[in-house]
């Protein structure tokens, strides 16, 4: 990550607002019954931490990772608010050595890839996830550069349905849905989006 992308995303983390809402991504929301009733949970590229603590609320034990010293300090206001607590982990995903035996990773709109950096980051989403454990990925398509309420403006870093299959394509019961719907997560995801989901369970 470039000095230029840290300090725009601290810039725009160092407000009073929620820049994505507090509420929890809508996949993440939807797979409350499907997510198990206790273990270790890990979110990407947490941010201001409303999916970190939205798992720990469903009595999970939770790691937030984030480059953002000013979103966790958000992070941990909202899970005091919300009576739980999260641990917080600073660290370019890149750089930082990824702990494993987790049941649950989350990784919502974590666009910010390169072609290149990618498969190193989607082995290390594999290798943190134990046998059996859950995955749940959202992020933009590429016709999100014509709505253009969110995400990345580069192509390159947006998904396909074959860039996921290739990724993940032996998760047992996987299911990927390509969907076009209204976003309502804040300043920052908001309007209808060209969304692609992943939930899948890494094979035991």
Same mark, same amino acid.
């Given at each position: ?45 947490? $941010?201001?931490?409303? +999916? ?13 990772? *984030? ?24 660290? *370019? ?30 082995? +290390? ?46 998760? *047992? ?14 300043? $920052? ?7 692609? *989901? ?7």
């Amino acid at each position: 990550m470039t000095s230029e992308h840290f300090k725009m995303w601290e810039s725009r983390f160092a407000g009073e607002d929620y820049v994505f809402g507090t509420a929890p991504n809508a996949l993440l929301a939807s797979c409350r019954d499907v997510l198990p009733k206790q273990g270790r949970a890990l979110a990407i590229a947490d $941010g201001e931490g409303r +999916n970190g603590v939205f798992l720990a609320e469903c009595g999970l034990s939770v790691l937030s990772v *984030d480059f953002s010293p000013a979103a966790q300090a958000k992070a941990h206001k909202l899970a005091a608010a919300r009576g739980v607590t999260i641990e917080t982990a600073t660290a *370019d995903l890149m750089q930082w050595q990824w702990p494993g035996g987790f049941d649950v990773v989350a990784g919502i709109f974590f666009q910010f890839l390169t072609p290149e950096q990618r498969p190193r980051i989607f082995k +290390n989403i594999r290798d943190a996830l134990k046998p059996g454990g859950l995955l749940l990925i959202e992020g933009y398509r590429p016709k999100q550069l014509v709505y253009k309420t969110g995400g990345p403006s580069q192509v390159e870093n947006l998904y396909t349905r074959e860039l996921l299959e290739e990724a993940f394509g032996d998760f *047992d019961n996987l299911s990927i849905r390509e969907h076009d719907s209204e976003v309502a997560e804040g300043v $920052g995801h908001a309007g209808i989006s060209a969304l692609i *989901d992943l939930i899948g369970w890494k094979p035991k």
